[in-house]
């Protein structure tokens, strides 16, 4: 939990002095949770209330007490969800919006908590907790509060991973096939183009930056890189380097966001892609458990060794997420439309459209471990004809995946996983099965 920033305390011993002091009757469920409360134990008038959020999400009085009782407790967001429906509910109620201050302060955003303690102080108010938001105010005039100044805006990551992968060069099983265009001739695939097996290791490393700007602004930007090495077929080891640049605005329940973004991704010490593009998204907070996203990305592939497959690559979906049993479960779903248009003219069997749908969860079962799985399907038409087969390329993409984040020690993960990928298409060559076996330790930075 965020240490507690020491002007903040001072606030949060006048609002609760005020909140008693006015206190009105109310129903047996605020008043057993305002008791627990009294007797400092938030976490259990929390969890009284939980269940009763989305009966009453539209009780001001209800929002204000749920906000406290989570900021106490420590699960800053769901404070900050309450304490924002009290304000909308009951925009004069410069309490809650003080409260909602000390949300943002605990947080980490301390650009937000300022804001919101101007416009409370504007209002009227008891005297001592205007004189505590005034010495908050001036202790945040100073500059960055302690307790953000301990939360650095840089973070890292470094990771090594090892496993087995049963398919390196995602390639078919098939050992001949006909060829249509020669009039049903067999041809006999090259071993080394055809599925392989292996045993892999591979190293990554992260870092990133996340910087409050002006009110309610974020500077967000990020590098990563990766490398896979394979025993035995060192002609598809691989590396891949990709970077981000971009900023978030958030209003209330609404986040806008665009980054740039570049990748370059080798095989076997030789350029095969390089891609850069741009990504937009809007997020919308529905309500303390649930969020909305409209996500969109545009990239320009460039491929080293065969420019005739230079395409433009466009994407357009949505998002849902939710949350269940405070937090301890979420599960989500997206749906998307891609295009991948070619550059050059006379080989349209290149570029394809396609439609996904993405389904995951993820839970925690015991303290320090989380089961998580997902599945997602793709569907892909290509344009033209392929070459020697006489079709359109059709493919039908499955992947699967599931694992479990074992947390042994703050910052350490320990993540064994399995994945399936089946892709079936009417043209052989792309027609293939793969399943990885991996087992990754990571450390986190920040």
């Known amino acids: 939990m965020r240490a507690v920033h020491p002007g903040s305390a001072i606030l949060l011993a006048a609002l609760l002095t005020c909140t008693v002091a006015r206190a009105q009757p109310e129903d ?7 008791l627990l409360m009294q007797q400092r134990q938030p976490r259990l008038a929390f969890e009284l209330l939980a269940p009763e959020e989305t009966r009453r999400a539209d009780d001001a009085t209800f929002d204000y007490l749920m906000g406290i009782a989570a900021l106490d407790a420590g699960l800053f967001t769901r404070a900050i969800f309450a304490l924002e429906r009290a304000v909308a509910l009951q925009p004069e109620n410069n309490l809650a919006r003080a409260e909602l201050a000390r949300a943002h302060l605990a947080a980490g955003e301390p650009a937000v908590a300022r804001e919101e303690l101007i416009q409370a102080r504007r209002g009227r108010m008891p005297p001592e907790a205007a004189a505590a938001i005034d010495r908050v105010l001036g202790s945040l005039d100073q500059g960055i509060p302690k307790d953000a100044a301990r939360s650095s805006p840089w973070r890292g990551y470094l990771e090594a991973s090892a496993g087995h992968d049963s398919n390196v060069n995602s390639a078919t099983a098939a050992g001949q096939f006909a060829l249509p265009a020669f009039g049903g001739i067999v041809f006999n695939l090259a071993s080394e183009s055809r599925q392989r097996g292996d045993v892999f290791g591979a190293v990554a490393a992260g870092v990133g930056l996340r910087l409050p700007l002006a009110s309610g ?222 087992i990754a330790l990571r450390r986190e930075f920040n």
């Open 28 to 34: 047996a469920l605020l008043a057993q949770a305002r």
């Open 217 to 438: 602004w974020e500077l967000d930007a990020a590098l990563n890189a990766r490398g896979v090495h394979n025993e035995k077929a060192h002609d598809v080891d691989n590396r891949q380097i990709d970077g981000s640049l971009g900023l978030a605005y958030t209003a209330g329940a609404h986040t806008v966001s665009a980054a740039v973004q570049a990748n370059t991704y080798d095989i076997a010490d030789h350029r095969y892609r390089r891609a850069s593009g741009a990504t937009a998204q809007w997020q919308h907070t529905l309500d303390a458990v649930s969020q909305l996203s409209v996500f969109s990305q545009w990239s320009r592939l460039a491929y080293a060794a065969d420019a005739s497959r230079d395409a433009d690559r466009g994407v357009l979906g949505f998002g849902y997420a939710r949350a269940f049993e405070g937090g301890e479960r979420v599960a989500y779903a997206s749906l998307y439309r891609a295009r991948e248009k070619t550059r050059h003219d006379g080989v349209d069997n290149y570029g394809h459209r396609a439609t996904g749908v993405r389904l995951g969860a993820e839970a925690r079962v015991s303290d320090g471990a989380t089961a998580f799985a997902a599945v997602q399907f793709e569907t892909r038409a290509y344009g033209g004809s392929e070459p020697f087969f006489d079709t359109s390329r059709r493919d039908r993409q499955l992947d699967l995946t599931a694992g479990v984040h074992f947390v042994p020690a703050p910052h350490w993960r320990i993540t064994p996983q399995w994945s399936r990928v089946r892709a079936a298409s009417n043209v052989v060559l792309y027609d293939y099965r793969r399943t990885l076996w991996q």
